[in-house]
């Protein structure tokens, strides 16, 4: 089983930034992408950001131009630097592994999640 271990959440002013961070027990270059979910209070968990074993970005629209994934596959970690936070971005963020196009690999059909870490965007 893969784990997926999420660091950095915490309550941040309205335009206050944080960055989240994600290791995995296992090198990250295993699945076809990485990305970040989040799940704000009331409402079903949605697609924040991804990135490819090629390192190449998705956002949502909602996080375009203030959120930023990356990855450092040498320590099996994702990173969500998220910046001019606002309230409508509180919730639990989760961390995604993705390995269901990664065919040929033992993750191959798989997706495993994070326990998630709680984002509150207050004054």
């Known amino acids: 089983q893969v784990q997926l271990v999420e660091s950095g959440g915490g309550l941040v002013q309205p335009g206050g930034s944080l960055r989240l961070s994600c290791t995995a027990s296992r090198s990250i270059d295993s699945f076809n992408t990485m990305g970040w979910y989040r799940q704000a209070p009331g409402k079903q968990r949605e697609l924040l950001a991804t990135?490819?074993?090629?390192?190449?970005?998705t956002y949502a629209d909602s996080v375009k131009d203030r959120f930023t994934i990356s990855r450092d596959s040498a320590k099996n970690t994702v990173y969500l630097q998220m910046n001019d936070l606002k309230p409508e971005d509180t919730g639990v963020y989760y961390c995604?592994?993705?390995?269901?196009?990664?065919?040929?690999?033992?993750?191959?059909?798989?997706?495993?999640w994070g326990d998630g870490t709680l984002v509150t965007v207050s004054s």
């Open positions: 995604n592994a993705d390995g269901r196009n990664r065919k040929g690999w033992d993750v191959y059909g798989m997706v495993y």
């Open positions: 990135i490819t074993s090629g390192n190449y970005p």
